[in-house]
Protein backbone atom coordinates (compact mmCIF):
# COMPACT_ATOMS: atom_id res chain seq x y z
CA UNK A 1 0.00 0.00 0.00
CA UNK A 2 1.80 3.28 -0.68
CA UNK A 3 1.06 5.84 1.41
CA UNK A 4 0.43 9.52 0.67
CA UNK A 5 2.36 12.91 0.63
CA UNK A 6 2.49 14.77 3.56
CA UNK A 7 0.46 17.73 2.74
CA UNK A 8 2.81 20.44 2.35
CA UNK A 9 3.70 23.08 4.97
CA UNK A 10 0.96 26.06 4.76
CA UNK A 11 2.63 29.62 3.56
CA UNK A 12 1.30 33.16 3.26
CA UNK A 13 1.57 33.73 -0.30
CA UNK A 14 1.23 37.35 -0.36
CA UNK A 15 4.27 37.38 2.11
CA UNK A 16 5.95 34.67 0.33
CA UNK A 17 5.54 37.28 -3.29
CA UNK A 18 7.13 39.78 -1.55
CA UNK A 19 9.90 38.17 -0.56
CA UNK A 20 10.02 36.55 -3.73
CA UNK A 21 10.44 40.02 -5.52
CA UNK A 22 13.08 41.14 -3.28
CA UNK A 23 15.30 38.23 -3.13
CA UNK A 24 14.98 38.72 -7.82
CA UNK A 25 15.74 42.92 -7.23
CA UNK A 26 19.02 42.20 -5.01
CA UNK A 27 20.07 39.61 -7.66
CA UNK A 28 19.38 41.14 -10.60
CA UNK A 29 21.51 44.48 -8.96
CA UNK A 30 24.38 42.47 -8.15
CA UNK A 31 24.05 40.72 -11.34
CA UNK A 32 24.39 44.17 -12.98
CA UNK A 33 27.11 46.09 -11.26
CA UNK A 34 28.66 43.38 -9.29
CA UNK A 35 29.19 41.53 -12.69
CA UNK A 36 28.24 42.62 -15.89
CA UNK A 37 29.45 46.46 -15.56
CA UNK A 38 32.42 45.11 -13.93
CA UNK A 39 34.23 44.20 -16.67
CA UNK A 40 36.85 46.34 -17.97
CA UNK A 41 35.27 49.20 -20.14
CA UNK A 42 31.97 49.60 -18.58
CA UNK A 43 33.26 50.04 -15.08
CA UNK A 44 32.48 53.91 -15.44
CA UNK A 45 28.80 52.53 -15.88
CA UNK A 46 28.85 51.22 -12.57
CA UNK A 47 27.38 52.61 -9.58
CA UNK A 48 29.02 53.13 -6.32
CA UNK A 49 28.77 50.05 -4.35
CA UNK A 50 28.41 51.52 -0.54
CA UNK A 51 25.54 53.79 -1.09
CA UNK A 52 23.89 51.07 -3.62
CA UNK A 53 24.22 48.38 -0.84
CA UNK A 54 23.10 51.28 1.84
CA UNK A 55 20.12 51.40 -0.38
CA UNK A 56 19.52 47.52 -0.30
CA UNK A 57 20.04 47.21 3.31
CA UNK A 58 17.77 49.95 4.51
CA UNK A 59 15.19 47.92 1.93
CA UNK A 60 15.81 45.30 3.74
CA UNK A 61 15.34 46.50 6.83
CA UNK A 62 11.70 48.01 6.45
CA UNK A 63 10.82 44.76 4.57
CA UNK A 64 12.38 43.02 8.00
CA UNK A 65 10.67 44.78 10.51
CA UNK A 66 7.42 44.61 8.17
CA UNK A 67 7.56 40.69 8.05
CA UNK A 68 9.29 39.57 11.18
CA UNK A 69 10.37 36.00 11.14
CA UNK A 70 13.89 34.68 9.72
CA UNK A 71 14.75 38.10 8.18
CA UNK A 72 14.99 39.54 11.54
CA UNK A 73 17.78 36.88 12.37
CA UNK A 74 19.36 37.47 9.35
CA UNK A 75 19.72 41.52 9.98
CA UNK A 76 20.68 40.76 13.40
CA UNK A 77 23.98 38.56 11.98
CA UNK A 78 25.06 41.38 9.61
CA UNK A 79 24.75 44.32 12.14
CA UNK A 80 26.82 42.49 14.44
CA UNK A 81 29.70 42.25 11.44
CA UNK A 82 31.00 45.66 12.72
CA UNK A 83 34.51 43.67 11.98
CA UNK A 84 33.70 43.11 8.08
CA UNK A 85 31.01 45.06 6.95
CA UNK A 86 31.32 49.28 6.73
CA UNK A 87 29.32 50.93 9.76
CA UNK A 88 26.63 52.66 7.08
CA UNK A 89 25.31 49.25 6.85
CA UNK A 90 25.38 47.83 9.85
CA UNK A 91 23.85 51.07 11.63
CA UNK A 92 20.69 50.56 9.43
CA UNK A 93 20.48 47.09 11.23
CA UNK A 94 21.31 47.49 14.40
CA UNK A 95 18.18 48.70 15.66
CA UNK A 96 16.91 44.64 15.16
CA UNK A 97 18.49 44.12 17.77
CA UNK A 98 15.79 45.74 20.26
CA UNK A 99 13.25 47.00 18.01
CA UNK A 100 11.76 43.85 17.12
CA UNK A 101 7.82 45.32 16.82
CA UNK A 102 5.81 42.19 19.77
CA UNK A 103 2.90 40.91 18.81
CA UNK A 104 -0.89 41.03 19.95
CA UNK A 105 -0.99 40.24 23.85
CA UNK A 106 -4.19 38.48 22.91
CA UNK A 107 -2.50 36.28 20.90
CA UNK A 108 0.56 35.20 23.50
CA UNK A 109 -2.15 34.77 26.35
CA UNK A 110 -3.78 32.51 23.84
CA UNK A 111 -1.11 30.05 22.65
CA UNK A 112 0.21 29.99 26.58
CA UNK A 113 -3.44 28.90 27.38
CA UNK A 114 -3.40 26.64 24.62
CA UNK A 115 -0.14 24.93 26.05
CA UNK A 116 -1.45 24.38 28.94
CA UNK A 117 -5.04 23.25 28.45
CA UNK A 118 -6.52 25.91 31.13
CA UNK A 119 -6.07 29.60 32.09
CA UNK A 120 -3.40 31.97 32.09
CA UNK A 121 -4.09 32.81 35.76
CA UNK A 122 -4.12 28.69 37.16
CA UNK A 123 -0.58 28.87 35.65
CA UNK A 124 0.91 32.01 36.55
CA UNK A 125 -0.15 34.34 39.40
CA UNK A 126 1.00 37.36 37.21
CA UNK A 127 1.83 37.99 33.75
CA UNK A 128 3.15 40.69 32.45
CA UNK A 129 1.71 42.28 29.44
CA UNK A 130 4.36 44.53 28.64
CA UNK A 131 7.18 42.05 26.91
CA UNK A 132 10.73 42.56 28.77
CA UNK A 133 11.67 41.49 24.94
CA UNK A 134 10.08 40.55 21.16
CA UNK A 135 12.68 38.61 19.17
CA UNK A 136 12.24 37.32 15.55
CA UNK A 137 10.25 33.88 16.79
CA UNK A 138 9.23 34.38 20.17
CA UNK A 139 8.85 37.27 22.68
CA UNK A 140 9.71 37.23 26.42
CA UNK A 141 7.64 38.33 29.36
CA UNK A 142 7.94 38.49 33.18
CA UNK A 143 6.04 36.11 35.21
CA UNK A 144 5.30 34.82 38.40
CA UNK A 145 4.05 31.51 39.10
CA UNK A 146 1.22 30.67 40.63
CA UNK A 147 0.82 28.45 44.16
CA UNK A 148 -0.42 25.53 42.48
CA UNK A 149 2.58 25.33 40.12
CA UNK A 150 5.71 26.43 42.45
CA UNK A 151 6.92 24.27 44.47
CA UNK A 152 5.71 20.99 42.13
CA UNK A 153 9.50 20.68 41.03
CA UNK A 154 12.87 20.47 42.09
CA UNK A 155 14.44 24.21 42.62
CA UNK A 156 10.78 25.39 42.68
CA UNK A 157 9.73 28.43 44.83
CA UNK A 158 6.36 29.30 45.40
CA UNK A 159 5.89 33.21 44.17
CA UNK A 160 9.02 33.03 42.24
CA UNK A 161 9.14 35.71 39.58
CA UNK A 162 10.15 33.92 35.80
CA UNK A 163 10.61 35.26 32.62
CA UNK A 164 8.77 33.14 29.85
CA UNK A 165 8.98 32.74 26.40
CA UNK A 166 6.34 32.08 24.17
CA UNK A 167 6.43 31.42 20.67
CA UNK A 168 4.74 34.18 18.35
CA UNK A 169 1.34 33.13 16.97
CA UNK A 170 0.91 31.88 13.53
CA UNK A 171 5.24 31.88 13.95
CA UNK A 172 5.24 28.20 12.09
CA UNK A 173 3.61 29.44 8.78
CA UNK A 174 5.83 32.65 8.60
CA UNK A 175 9.05 30.26 9.17
CA UNK A 176 7.53 27.94 6.23
CA UNK A 177 7.16 31.13 3.99
CA UNK A 178 10.60 31.99 4.72
CA UNK A 179 11.83 29.09 4.04
CA UNK A 180 10.11 28.75 0.84
CA UNK A 181 11.94 32.26 0.19
CA UNK A 182 15.51 30.21 0.69
CA UNK A 183 14.36 27.61 -1.30
CA UNK A 184 13.62 30.40 -4.18
CA UNK A 185 16.92 31.77 -3.95
CA UNK A 186 18.80 28.65 -3.67
CA UNK A 187 17.14 27.47 -7.48
CA UNK A 188 18.39 30.82 -8.78
CA UNK A 189 21.60 30.86 -7.36
CA UNK A 190 21.90 27.01 -8.63
CA UNK A 191 22.59 28.96 -12.08
CA UNK A 192 26.03 30.02 -11.44
CA UNK A 193 28.77 27.55 -12.00
CA UNK A 194 31.33 29.35 -9.80
CA UNK A 195 28.45 29.59 -6.53
CA UNK A 196 27.55 25.83 -7.05
CA UNK A 197 31.66 24.17 -6.84
CA UNK A 198 31.98 25.94 -3.98
CA UNK A 199 28.61 25.53 -1.75
CA UNK A 200 26.29 22.22 -2.19
CA UNK A 201 23.51 24.54 -1.97
CA UNK A 202 20.76 21.79 -1.49
CA UNK A 203 22.87 21.07 1.67
CA UNK A 204 23.09 24.58 2.87
CA UNK A 205 19.10 24.93 2.20
CA UNK A 206 18.24 21.53 4.09
CA UNK A 207 20.86 22.61 6.77
CA UNK A 208 18.87 26.14 7.31
CA UNK A 209 15.52 24.40 7.77
CA UNK A 210 16.75 22.11 9.95
CA UNK A 211 18.31 24.70 12.31
CA UNK A 212 15.46 27.48 11.67
CA UNK A 213 12.46 24.72 12.27
CA UNK A 214 14.73 22.95 15.89
CA UNK A 215 13.89 26.65 17.04
CA UNK A 216 10.11 26.22 17.16
CA UNK A 217 10.83 23.89 19.97
CA UNK A 218 11.00 24.85 23.26
CA UNK A 219 11.46 21.42 25.16
CA UNK A 220 14.73 21.21 23.01
CA UNK A 221 15.88 24.84 23.61
CA UNK A 222 15.54 24.15 27.41
CA UNK A 223 17.36 21.15 27.11
CA UNK A 224 20.00 22.69 25.31
CA UNK A 225 20.55 24.91 27.89
CA UNK A 226 20.95 22.43 30.30
CA UNK A 227 23.67 20.97 28.36
CA UNK A 228 25.59 24.20 28.02
CA UNK A 229 25.53 24.96 31.59
CA UNK A 230 26.57 21.28 32.45
CA UNK A 231 29.21 22.27 29.70
CA UNK A 232 30.41 25.15 32.02
CA UNK A 233 29.65 23.92 35.44
CA UNK A 234 33.21 24.50 36.72
CA UNK A 235 33.69 28.36 35.00
CA UNK A 236 32.53 30.77 37.77
CA UNK A 237 32.46 33.21 34.94
CA UNK A 238 29.65 31.49 32.80
CA UNK A 239 26.38 30.96 33.43
CA UNK A 240 22.79 30.39 32.17
CA UNK A 241 19.32 30.67 33.84
CA UNK A 242 17.64 27.81 35.33
CA UNK A 243 15.28 25.45 33.24
CA UNK A 244 11.64 25.23 35.15
CA UNK A 245 10.46 22.24 33.81
CA UNK A 246 7.04 22.21 35.63
CA UNK A 247 5.43 25.41 33.10
CA UNK A 248 7.48 24.38 29.97
CA UNK A 249 6.24 23.03 27.15
CA UNK A 250 6.67 22.63 23.69
CA UNK A 251 5.65 26.45 22.85
CA UNK A 252 6.64 27.97 26.03
CA UNK A 253 9.44 27.81 28.33
CA UNK A 254 9.99 29.43 31.72
CA UNK A 255 13.52 30.46 33.22
CA UNK A 256 14.33 32.04 36.12
CA UNK A 257 14.78 35.73 35.96
CA UNK A 258 18.03 36.86 35.43
CA UNK A 259 18.58 41.06 36.09
CA UNK A 260 21.72 42.02 34.12
CA UNK A 261 22.90 44.59 31.45
CA UNK A 262 23.56 43.36 27.58
CA UNK A 263 27.54 42.79 26.97
CA UNK A 264 27.19 45.71 24.33
CA UNK A 265 25.98 48.03 27.37
CA UNK A 266 29.40 49.79 27.57
CA UNK A 267 28.01 52.39 30.43
CA UNK A 268 26.84 49.47 32.50
CA UNK A 269 30.08 47.74 32.54
CA UNK A 270 31.90 50.41 33.67
CA UNK A 271 29.36 51.64 36.21
CA UNK A 272 29.53 48.30 37.74
CA UNK A 273 33.58 48.42 38.04
CA UNK A 274 33.71 45.66 34.71
CA UNK A 275 36.55 45.45 32.70
CA UNK A 276 35.35 45.35 29.40
CA UNK A 277 38.51 43.67 28.03
CA UNK A 278 38.12 41.16 29.86
CA UNK A 279 34.81 40.21 28.87
CA UNK A 280 35.94 40.17 25.61
CA UNK A 281 38.73 37.55 26.07
CA UNK A 282 36.38 35.76 28.26
CA UNK A 283 33.87 35.28 25.59
CA UNK A 284 36.49 34.74 23.16
CA UNK A 285 38.08 31.67 25.18
CA UNK A 286 34.23 30.32 26.13
CA UNK A 287 33.75 30.06 22.23
CA UNK A 288 36.98 28.72 21.49
CA UNK A 289 35.59 26.00 24.32
CA UNK A 290 32.34 25.66 22.48
CA UNK A 291 33.89 24.77 19.16
CA UNK A 292 37.18 22.95 19.72
CA UNK A 293 36.54 20.85 23.02
CA UNK A 294 32.61 20.43 22.94
CA UNK A 295 31.49 20.37 19.59
CA UNK A 296 27.98 22.09 20.83
CA UNK A 297 27.78 25.95 19.81
CA UNK A 298 25.78 28.64 21.22
CA UNK A 299 24.82 29.83 17.89
CA UNK A 300 22.96 33.21 18.03
CA UNK A 301 25.67 35.27 20.64
CA UNK A 302 24.49 38.49 19.62
CA UNK A 303 23.92 41.45 22.08
CA UNK A 304 20.29 40.60 23.09
CA UNK A 305 21.58 36.70 24.01
CA UNK A 306 24.58 37.58 25.97
CA UNK A 307 24.73 39.45 29.35
CA UNK A 308 27.45 40.74 31.80
CA UNK A 309 26.73 41.05 35.70
CA UNK A 310 29.39 41.50 38.51
CA UNK A 311 30.45 38.10 40.10
CA UNK A 312 32.65 38.46 43.17
CA UNK A 313 33.44 34.57 43.31
CA UNK A 314 34.20 35.24 39.53
CA UNK A 315 38.34 35.70 38.53
CA UNK A 316 37.57 38.73 37.08
CA UNK A 317 34.76 39.52 39.21
CA UNK A 318 31.76 39.34 36.69
CA UNK A 319 30.11 36.39 34.66
CA UNK A 320 28.44 35.98 31.40
CA UNK A 321 24.62 35.17 31.58
CA UNK A 322 23.71 33.15 28.31
CA UNK A 323 19.86 32.68 26.81
CA UNK A 324 18.36 31.91 23.80
CA UNK A 325 19.34 28.26 23.05
CA UNK A 326 17.26 27.85 20.53
CA UNK A 327 19.70 28.27 17.56
CA UNK A 328 22.63 25.37 17.99
CA UNK A 329 25.61 24.21 15.97
CA UNK A 330 27.42 21.09 16.67
CA UNK A 331 30.57 20.77 15.39
CA UNK A 332 31.24 16.93 13.74
CA UNK A 333 33.53 14.78 15.27
CA UNK A 334 35.27 14.37 11.89
CA UNK A 335 36.08 18.17 11.37
CA UNK A 336 37.30 18.68 15.38
CA UNK A 337 41.37 17.68 15.06
CA UNK A 338 41.13 19.92 11.36
CA UNK A 339 40.16 22.70 13.40
CA UNK A 340 42.46 22.41 16.13
CA UNK A 341 45.18 22.33 13.92
CA UNK A 342 43.71 25.61 12.55
CA UNK A 343 43.99 27.18 15.75
CA UNK A 344 47.36 26.20 16.19
CA UNK A 345 48.58 27.21 12.72
CA UNK A 346 47.03 30.31 13.37
CA UNK A 347 49.24 30.78 16.40
CA UNK A 348 52.01 29.45 15.35
CA UNK A 349 51.99 31.53 12.54
CA UNK A 350 52.40 28.35 10.37
CA UNK A 351 51.33 28.48 6.92
CA UNK A 352 51.93 24.83 5.77
CA UNK A 353 49.95 23.51 8.77
CA UNK A 354 47.06 26.00 8.34
CA UNK A 355 46.75 24.78 4.52
CA UNK A 356 47.18 21.33 5.78
CA UNK A 357 44.00 21.98 8.09
CA UNK A 358 42.02 23.21 5.04
CA UNK A 359 42.63 19.97 3.09
CA UNK A 360 42.04 17.56 6.12
CA UNK A 361 38.47 19.76 6.67
CA UNK A 362 37.43 19.53 3.04
CA UNK A 363 37.57 23.14 2.86
CA UNK A 364 39.66 22.88 -0.71
CA UNK A 365 38.54 22.31 -3.73
CA UNK A 366 40.79 19.38 -5.61
CA UNK A 367 43.65 20.86 -8.07
CA UNK A 368 44.06 23.82 -5.55
CA UNK A 369 47.56 25.36 -6.21
CA UNK A 370 48.77 24.50 -2.26
CA UNK A 371 52.74 26.40 -2.81
CA UNK A 372 50.33 29.53 -3.79
CA UNK A 373 48.08 29.43 -0.74
CA UNK A 374 50.95 28.68 1.74
CA UNK A 375 53.27 31.84 -0.22
CA UNK A 376 49.46 34.20 0.33
CA UNK A 377 49.16 33.07 3.70
CA UNK A 378 53.26 33.78 4.59
CA UNK A 379 52.65 36.99 3.57
CA UNK A 380 49.27 37.43 5.35
CA UNK A 381 50.90 36.85 8.17
CA UNK A 382 53.50 39.13 8.11
CA UNK A 383 51.20 42.33 7.32
CA UNK A 384 48.36 41.22 9.39
CA UNK A 385 49.87 39.85 12.45
CA UNK A 386 49.10 41.61 15.39
CA UNK A 387 46.70 43.55 14.46
CA UNK A 388 44.31 44.90 16.89
CA UNK A 389 40.76 43.64 15.88
CA UNK A 390 39.17 47.15 15.72
CA UNK A 391 41.71 47.85 12.81
CA UNK A 392 42.04 44.57 11.36
CA UNK A 393 39.19 45.67 8.53
CA UNK A 394 40.74 48.89 7.36
CA UNK A 395 44.32 47.18 7.57
CA UNK A 396 42.70 44.28 5.57
CA UNK A 397 40.78 47.14 3.17
CA UNK A 398 44.35 48.99 2.95
CA UNK A 399 46.41 45.36 2.17
CA UNK A 400 43.64 44.53 -0.60
CA UNK A 401 45.08 46.36 -3.36
CA UNK A 402 48.55 44.18 -2.34
CA UNK A 403 47.28 41.42 -2.33
CA UNK A 404 45.44 40.97 -5.16
CA UNK A 405 48.47 42.28 -7.95
CA UNK A 406 50.11 39.51 -6.11
CA UNK A 407 47.79 36.53 -5.96
CA UNK A 408 45.28 37.96 -9.04
CA UNK A 409 45.18 34.18 -10.15
CA UNK A 410 44.71 32.68 -6.81
CA UNK A 411 42.34 34.96 -5.84
CA UNK A 412 40.27 34.74 -9.45
CA UNK A 413 39.85 31.16 -8.70
CA UNK A 414 38.97 30.96 -5.08
CA UNK A 415 40.03 27.24 -4.51
CA UNK A 416 37.54 27.06 -1.55
CA UNK A 417 34.22 25.40 -0.54
CA UNK A 418 31.59 26.02 2.34
CA UNK A 419 31.54 23.15 4.33
CA UNK A 420 27.89 23.36 5.84
CA UNK A 421 28.39 21.33 8.64
CA UNK A 422 30.50 24.38 9.71
CA UNK A 423 27.80 27.15 8.67
CA UNK A 424 26.39 28.14 11.80
CA UNK A 425 29.42 27.71 14.07
CA UNK A 426 31.35 30.34 11.73
CA UNK A 427 28.13 32.16 11.64
CA UNK A 428 28.73 32.46 15.51
CA UNK A 429 32.31 33.35 14.97
CA UNK A 430 31.07 35.79 13.04
CA UNK A 431 29.10 37.92 15.37
CA UNK A 432 31.38 36.59 18.22
CA UNK A 433 34.23 38.91 16.54
CA UNK A 434 31.63 42.23 15.78
CA UNK A 435 30.55 41.79 19.64
CA UNK A 436 34.41 41.59 20.55
CA UNK A 437 35.11 45.14 18.51
CA UNK A 438 32.66 46.48 20.34
CA UNK A 439 34.07 45.49 23.44
CA UNK A 440 37.37 46.38 22.82
CA UNK A 441 39.02 47.61 19.62
CA UNK A 442 42.10 47.06 21.13
CA UNK A 443 41.60 43.21 21.19
CA UNK A 444 44.72 40.99 20.42
CA UNK A 445 43.04 37.77 19.22
CA UNK A 446 46.24 36.77 17.99
CA UNK A 447 48.43 36.77 21.45
CA UNK A 448 44.76 35.41 23.12
CA UNK A 449 45.37 32.16 20.50
CA UNK A 450 48.63 31.07 21.38
CA UNK A 451 47.99 29.51 25.14
CA UNK A 452 44.81 27.98 23.30
CA UNK A 453 46.71 26.51 20.65
CA UNK A 454 49.36 25.24 23.29
CA UNK A 455 46.44 23.77 25.81
CA UNK A 456 45.26 22.03 21.67
CA UNK A 457 48.74 21.05 21.14
CA UNK A 458 49.32 19.17 24.42
CA UNK A 459 45.92 17.15 24.19
CA UNK A 460 46.99 16.05 20.82
CA UNK A 461 49.94 14.73 22.09
CA UNK A 462 48.55 12.89 24.97
CA UNK A 463 45.96 11.19 22.07
CA UNK A 464 48.97 10.36 20.43
CA UNK A 465 50.43 8.71 23.54
CA UNK A 466 47.56 6.95 24.54
CA UNK A 467 46.92 5.07 21.37
CA UNK A 468 50.57 4.72 21.19
CA UNK A 469 50.20 3.64 24.38
CA UNK A 470 48.07 0.98 23.35
CA UNK A 471 49.75 -1.01 21.68
CA UNK A 472 53.06 -0.47 23.51
CA UNK A 473 52.81 -4.01 25.87
CA UNK A 474 52.59 -6.05 22.77
CA UNK A 475 54.95 -4.12 21.16
CA UNK A 476 57.36 -4.38 24.17
CA UNK A 477 56.25 -8.38 24.59
CA UNK A 478 57.06 -8.67 20.72
CA UNK A 479 60.37 -7.16 20.73
CA UNK A 480 61.45 -9.65 24.24
CA UNK A 481 60.61 -12.80 22.51
CA UNK A 482 62.34 -11.76 19.00
CA UNK A 483 65.89 -12.70 20.43
CA UNK A 484 64.66 -15.94 21.68
CA UNK A 485 62.63 -16.45 18.37
CA UNK A 486 65.80 -15.93 16.09
CA UNK A 487 68.66 -18.05 18.94
CA UNK A 488 65.40 -20.97 18.30
CA UNK A 489 65.97 -20.50 14.73
CA UNK A 490 69.68 -20.50 14.89
CA UNK A 491 69.70 -23.30 17.21
CA UNK A 492 67.33 -25.40 14.70
CA UNK A 493 70.42 -24.21 12.14
CA UNK A 494 73.08 -26.01 13.87
CA UNK A 495 71.32 -29.13 14.91
CA UNK A 496 70.69 -29.26 11.07
CA UNK A 497 74.25 -28.63 10.25
CA UNK A 498 75.77 -30.65 12.84
CA UNK A 499 74.06 -33.68 11.85
CA UNK A 500 75.37 -32.94 7.87
CA UNK A 501 78.75 -32.37 10.14
CA UNK A 502 78.90 -28.74 9.23
CA UNK A 503 80.95 -26.23 11.46
CA UNK A 504 79.69 -25.54 15.14
CA UNK A 505 77.63 -21.87 15.10
CA UNK A 506 80.19 -18.89 15.59
CA UNK A 507 79.34 -16.70 19.23
CA UNK A 508 78.86 -14.04 16.52
CA UNK A 509 75.48 -16.04 15.29
CA UNK A 510 74.49 -16.40 18.58
CA UNK A 511 74.93 -12.90 19.92
CA UNK A 512 72.95 -11.69 16.54
CA UNK A 513 69.55 -11.40 17.79
CA UNK A 514 70.32 -9.53 20.96
CA UNK A 515 72.81 -6.73 18.92
CA UNK A 516 69.95 -6.64 15.95
CA UNK A 517 67.40 -5.66 19.28
CA UNK A 518 69.75 -3.43 21.02
CA UNK A 519 70.49 -0.86 17.73
CA UNK A 520 66.52 -1.36 17.04
CA UNK A 521 65.78 0.30 20.22
CA UNK A 522 68.60 2.69 19.83
CA UNK A 523 67.00 3.90 16.86
CA UNK A 524 63.20 3.90 17.95
CA UNK A 525 64.71 5.81 21.23
CA UNK A 526 66.53 8.33 18.92
CA UNK A 527 63.39 9.35 16.57
CA UNK A 528 60.96 9.23 19.87
CA UNK A 529 63.45 11.97 21.81
CA UNK A 530 63.72 13.65 18.73
CA UNK A 531 59.33 14.13 19.08
CA UNK A 532 59.73 14.67 23.34
CA UNK A 533 57.71 11.55 23.21
CA UNK A 534 57.92 10.22 27.07
CA UNK A 535 58.07 6.53 25.62
CA UNK A 536 62.23 7.07 24.30
CA UNK A 537 63.43 6.59 27.67
CA UNK A 538 61.38 2.88 27.58
CA UNK A 539 63.51 1.78 23.87
CA UNK A 540 66.82 3.27 25.68
CA UNK A 541 66.29 0.79 29.00
CA UNK A 542 65.45 -1.76 26.30
CA UNK A 543 68.54 -1.04 23.94
CA UNK A 544 71.08 -1.16 26.74
CA UNK A 545 69.76 -4.16 28.42
CA UNK A 546 69.63 -5.75 24.85
CA UNK A 547 73.26 -4.80 24.70
CA UNK A 548 74.05 -5.98 28.12
CA UNK A 549 72.89 -9.65 27.31
CA UNK A 550 74.74 -10.17 24.33
CA UNK A 551 77.87 -8.91 25.98
CA UNK A 552 77.15 -11.06 28.81
CA UNK A 553 76.26 -14.19 26.32
CA UNK A 554 79.56 -13.67 24.63
Known sequence: MIRPA???????????????????????????????????????????????????????????????????????????????????????????????????????????????????SEVFARFDEEPLGAASLAQVHAATRADSEAGAGTGSRSGETVVVKVLRPGIEVLVETDLSAVAFAVRWLKWSKRIRRRVDLDRLEQEIAKTTRAELDMRAEGANAERFGEMFADSPAITVPRVIWETTTGDVLTLEKIEAPKIDDLDAMAAAGIDRTRVAATL??????????????HADPHPGNVFVRPAPDAPDGFE????????????????????????????????????????RTGVLLPGADLERLEALHEDVFERLWGIEIGAMRDVAFDQAGYFFRRYRSLIYEMPFQVQVELLFSARAMGILAGVTTRLDPRFDFWSEAIPVAERLARRELWQALQEAAKGLPDSLRAAALLPRRIERFLDEEDERRQSARQAEPSAIGRNLPWAILSAASLLAGAIARLGDDPAAAWFFGLAGGAFLVSRLRR
Open 6 to 120: PPAPAIDRRRYTKLRRFVLGVLLQAFLHDLLLNRRGLRSLRRDPLPRWVAVTRRFRALALELGGVLIKVGQFLSARVDVLPPEVTSELAGLQDKVPPGPFEGIVGRVEESFGRPL
Open 284 to 297: FHCYLDQVLVHQFV
Open 320 to 359: LVFVDFGMIATVPERLRASLSEYVIALATRDARRMVRSYQ
